[in-house]
Structure formats: structure tokens, C-alpha cells
């Protein structure tokens, strides 16, 4: 028989709708098909929008706006406070069910997730059937809704989850990717940002297309060469990042962004202990130990600090590590400041599933 290896890869990125807004109303049914908008006490006045429901976006509110903003054109909006713990739960849910299609996922943030189904199905028909039934058990389970962008790598299915929603599902085929990415704005591709896309705008380039269609050698003489050609790349759908599981990646990490800054030690100490947690859970299941533990703390200035530690034997217990994490924050931290972001990283991975089984065996 002749074997040819499939060369097509056929790659999910889930993600949720207005997640934290989401689970509010799973939480709460009172809530739903009113505006509710997570983030800080408008009443209060400071602080920023962490996210808003679909209902709240006909507003034109959206993630990172002030709340005293949003408050102005939505006050008759549900404001409520973020209950990051309560995400955390959500979020673990929903890496279950996904795991149950496919063990080559690779979860981005609390509400994303890559997931790897070209051993599963064998076309992009049968992927989005595959991509209903996953939507279906998630809101069965959760009453929370995703979108899902089918494609054949990361890049392009991440910008098709983005491109249509809540609850849609968007397919990319091979055949589509340059019909579906050139009408787009630049701003859509990854590692392009609005000053990066107002600089490409001086070259009369606005749309995907646009970048795809102008010389490399040209853009070279703006960005450098290795730039150049990497935009490009992107402008043409090429990606051929893998979709890569916990267990084969360097480090993991947790952060959330405050809806308020805050310099409330209990509250900042108890987020740390949460996504310690988490984290260590999360490795426990993939039988992953790991030495470092790394704390990042952004104050309201934006100004960023980490600060690591790392100890000779791998770290098994979580209250050792929730030990660490906190240790390390308050050393870094400088008391009375307001903190925008607090996030915890594990690296230095050991597998430990011998150990652990030997250890089952004692
Ligand atoms: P997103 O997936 O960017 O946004 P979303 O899920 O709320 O809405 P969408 O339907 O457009 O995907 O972010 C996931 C969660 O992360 C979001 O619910 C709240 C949080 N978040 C912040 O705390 N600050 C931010 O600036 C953003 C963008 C998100
Ligand atoms: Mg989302």
C-alpha cells in the first residue's frame, strides 16, 4: 500500500464570547439580554471596562475603556465585579470538554484555545460538524457560548474565530485563505499593532491584500529584511507554528488585569494563590513538575517588573509554590503602589510521571 502524509493540517481556535460577561449571565439568568459590562464600580469612577456583553457592545463599549466612560453611554447597563476565581472554574471546564476531541491543545489564555483535529477528521466539512457538536456540549454543560475558526494553522484560524461572532463558526479552507484575508485590515494579523498598521497606512497599505500585493524589497527598505519577509508571510495565511500541549511547552502562565487598580495586598495575594493553583493543577494532570516560578507585576504606569526564583529539587506541593509566589511578590512589590496586572509563570519543566507513579507504589 502507499502511504502520503496528510500535508494539510486542520487547526481550531476557540474562543469564548464575551467571556467573564458570560458567565455572569450563565450564573445569574436575570442578567441576560440586558447590557452587563464586567470591570470596576462605575460609581467609583476609575478603572476600565474588563469586558462587556453583545447587548452592551450595541453601546459601543469594549475591553480596556474607561468605566466612567462606558457608564455615560450605557448607565442603565449591569455593572458588576469581576470573580476571576469563578472564570478560572469556567475556563477549566471548557479546556475539559475540548480535551475530550483532542490532546494537541494548546490553551493561548483564560478563554482560548488551539486545538489540533487533523488526526480526527479527514476534511473541513467534517470539522465544522465537529466544531457544532464541541459549541453544543459547551453550552449544554456551561450555558456559555464560543466561536470557532477553522483553518489550516494558527494564524488564520485565530483571525476567523475573531471575524464572526458570538456562537459562529467560521471554515478557511486552503483554497480561501487569500479571498478571506485581503479585504481585512492589517490590524487583524498578529504582532501588527496600530502603530505598526499607521506606519503601513504612509505606504497606502490598509488592507491584508494590500501587504500581500506590495514588494518585499520595498517594505524591506522600512522594516528591515527579516520584518519584511515576515509580514508578508502573514499577509499570504503562512504559519506553520504547531499547535503545541502543556506538557511539551517551556513554561505556563497565569495574569489577569485588575478592573480597578488596586493596592489591596489580601486581594492581590489571594489572585496569586488562585492562579497558583490553577497552574499547578494544570501540570499535576499533564504529570509535569517544574523549578522556576516566576511573579510579573505591571503598575498603573504600565512600568513592568519579574522577579524568579528557582530551587534545586522540583517543586511537587502547591502550598509550596503558593509559598514561593507570594515571598517573590512581595519582594518585588513596592508597597502603596497601585497595580494594573499581577501574573505567575512556571518553567524549568521535569517530566515526573516515574516519579510520581514510584512514588504511588511506596
Ligand atoms: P477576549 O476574548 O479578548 O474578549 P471577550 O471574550 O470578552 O469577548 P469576545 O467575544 O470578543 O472574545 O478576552 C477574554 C476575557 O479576558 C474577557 O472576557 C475579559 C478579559 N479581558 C480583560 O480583562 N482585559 C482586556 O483588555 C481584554 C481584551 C480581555
Ligand atoms: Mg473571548
Request: proline share 3%; net charge positive.
Amino acid at each position: 500500500m502507499h502511504c502520503v502524509a496528510k500535508m494539510t493540517k486542520i487547526i481550531f481556535h476557540v474562543d469564548m464570547d464575551a467571556f467573564y460577561a458570560s458567565v455572569e449571565e450563565s450564573l445569574n439568568p436575570d442578567y441576560q439580554g440586558k447590557p452587563l459590562i464586567v470591570g470596576a464600580d462605575p460609581k467609583k469612577g476609575r478603572g476600565v471596562v474588563l469586558t462587556a456583553n453583545y447587548e452592551a457592545r450595541k453601546f459601543d463599549l469594549y475591553s480596556g475603556m474607561p468605566i466612567a466612560r462606558a457608564y455615560k453611554l450605557c448607565p442603565d447597563g449591569i455593572y458588576v465585579r469581576p470573580n476571576f476565581s469563578t472564570y478560572h472554574e469556567f475556563s477549566k471546564k471548557v479546556i475539559a470538554i475540548l480535551k475530550k476531541y483532542s490532546t494537541k491543545l494548546q490553551k493561548v489564555s483564560i478563554d482560548e484555545a488551539y486545538l489540533d483535529v487533523t488526526d480526527i477528521v479527514n476534511n473541513f466539512k467534517d470539522a465544522e460538524i465537529l466544531a457544532k457538536r464541541i459549541q453544543k456540549e459547551i453550552f449544554d454543560e456551561l450555558k456559555i457560548t464560543c466561536s470557532i475558526g477553522i483553518a489550516p494553522n494558527k494564524l488564520v484560524a485565530k483571525i476567523a474565530s475573531s471575524t464572526n461572532k458570538p456562537n459562529k463558526i467560521t471554515v478557511v479552507t486552503p483554497e480561501n485563505i487569500k479571498s478571506f484575508l485581503h479585504p481585512l485590515p492589517v490590524e487583524k494579523l498578529h504582532g501588527i499593532g496600530s502603530k505598526t498598521a499607521a506606519r503601513l497606512r504612509e505606504l497606502g497599505i490598509e488592507t491584508i491584500g494590500d501587504l500581500a500585493n506590495f514588494s518585499v524589497i520595498e517594505l524591506a527598505r522600512y522594516f528591515g529584511k527579516s520584518t519584511a519577509y515576515y509580514f508578508h508571510e502573514l499577509a499570504n495565511g503562512i504559519d506553520y507554528r504547531d499547535v503545541v500541549s502543556e506538557s511539551e511547552r517551556k513554561s505556563i502562565s497565569e495574569e489577569i488585569t485588575f478592573g480597578e487598580d488596586t493596592d489591596d495586598i489580601d486581594q492581590i495575594l489571594e489572585e496569586i494563590s488562585a492562579m497558583a493553583t490553577s497552574l499547578f493543577e494544570a501540570m499535576k494532570k499533564e504529570n509535569m513538575g517544574f523549578r522556576t516560578v516566576t511573579i510579573k507585576l505591571r503598575y498603573a504606569n504600565f512600568e513592568t517588573h519579574t522577579k524568579s526564583k528557582t530551587v534545586s529539587s522540583i517543586i511537587l506541593d502547591n502550598n509550596m509554590l503558593i509559598k514561593i509566589a507570594k515571598t517573590l511578590f512581595l519582594e518585588a512589590y513596592e508597597k502603596n503602589r497601585k497595580l494594573r496586572l499581577i501574573g505567575v509563570r512556571l518553567s524549568n519543566f521535569v517530566d515526573v510521571s516515574i516519579q510520581r507513579t514510584l512514588l504511588e507504589f511506596i
